[in-house]
């Protein structure tokens, strides 16, 4: 007989005397009849066919293992020097000296793995006005010879004080090998680190031949991927297009190198270059220095 009263419709009569057998029967709270009883008693906890139910979880996607790159079949592409005459429009009014060229690298490449970092001398140096700091005793030859070369702040204590203070006064940092047991004990890393300014030796900031070290990275360009992307100033506003494409070509020389040093680890190719300034979108360039509707090179660098 109960199995008879459990398939009448809901708004049948006897339908409140149903939901007092079950919730007798299975001792359900009064609350709980809504969710439990109630589907029971009128057959709602089966899914129709075809039909998931509403509180299965959704299957997750699984996500990519590398960065998405769009074709560039039908893509727009620029010359260098086409490029560098829409940029300069974007740029005007502004003063020479506060914008830059910079180049921007897509990789296709996995998520997770080693990245692309290294240190770079163009042959037209961006910005010569570099503050670097030496860490090494103040009184020592190595001191002296920074100084000749170039460094603007030399010290161990006085420069540890001041970072853990926050005051950073430079923007690159060399440390002399005999410091560097010092400069670890400091415990500096998670202040630096972070900002790139963290000497080590596989960015060539910690030596023995500092005066070297400190010429070498006077007008010296850095640059690391990230997210997929490798971005670094290319040459200031007042550049000609032939200095460009020097600083680009030996950028790019150098771009790859890296890459087919971590072949054994990873596989990274060149997807896209483009080439933007401080105020202006990327233009994608498509190799060419310049093409039939380029202006005559003298025309692009004058300020």
Not at 40 to 46: D, Y
Not at 73 to 93: H, P, T
Not at 165 to 174: A, T
Not at 278 to 292: C, I, K, Q, V
């Amino acid at each position: 007989m109960a199995s008879k009263a459990i398939s009448k419709p809901w708004n049948s009569p006897s339908y409140p005397n149903v939901l007092c057998q079950f919730q007798k029967r299975l001792n359900v709270p009064r609350f709980l009849i809504p969710s439990v009883v109630t589907r029971a008693a009128t057959g709602l906890s089966r899914v129709p066919k075809g039909q998931k139910p509403k509180d299965q979880p959704k299957k997750k996607r699984k996500a990519r293992a590398d960065f998405h790159r769009q074709s560039l079949k039908n893509f727009e592409q620029w010359s260098l020097c086409d490029a560098m005459r829409y940029i300069r429009a974007f740029e005007v009014g502004r003063p020479p000296t506060s914008s830059k060229y910079e180049v921007h690298v897509s990789l296709k490449t996995q998520k997770n793995g080693p990245v692309v970092r290294n240190r770079i001398r163009l042959p037209h140096a961006v910005n010569t006005s570099q503050r670097i700091c030496v860490i090494c005793p103040p009184d020592s030859p190595a001191a002296a010879a920074a100084i000749k070369a170039g460094a603007t702040l030399i010290g161990e204590e006085t420069v540890f004080d001041a970072v853990k203070d926050g005051r950073i006064e430079f923007e690159r940092c060399i440390c002399h090998t005999d410091s560097l047991p010092k400069l670890n004990k400091a415990g500096l890393g998670r202040i630096l680190g972070p900002k790139g300014l963290m000497p080590s030796t596989k960015t060539g900031t910690v030596s023995r031949d500092i005066a070297a070290a400190v010429r070498e990275m006077v007008g010296g360009s850095e640059y690391r991927e990230r997210v997929g992307v490798v971005r670094m100033a290319i040459g200031q506003l007042g550049f000609t297009p032939e200095e460009v494409q020097r600083n680009i070509r030996t950028f790019m020389d150098g771009l790859k190198k890296d890459i087919t040093f971590l072949s054994d680890r990873i596989g990274k190719d060149i997807h896209e270059v483009v080439l933007s300034s401080t105020n202006s979108p990327g233009f994608s360039l498509n190799g060419d220095f310049r093409s039939e509707r380029s202006p005559p090179t003298r025309d692009l660098a004058t300020l």
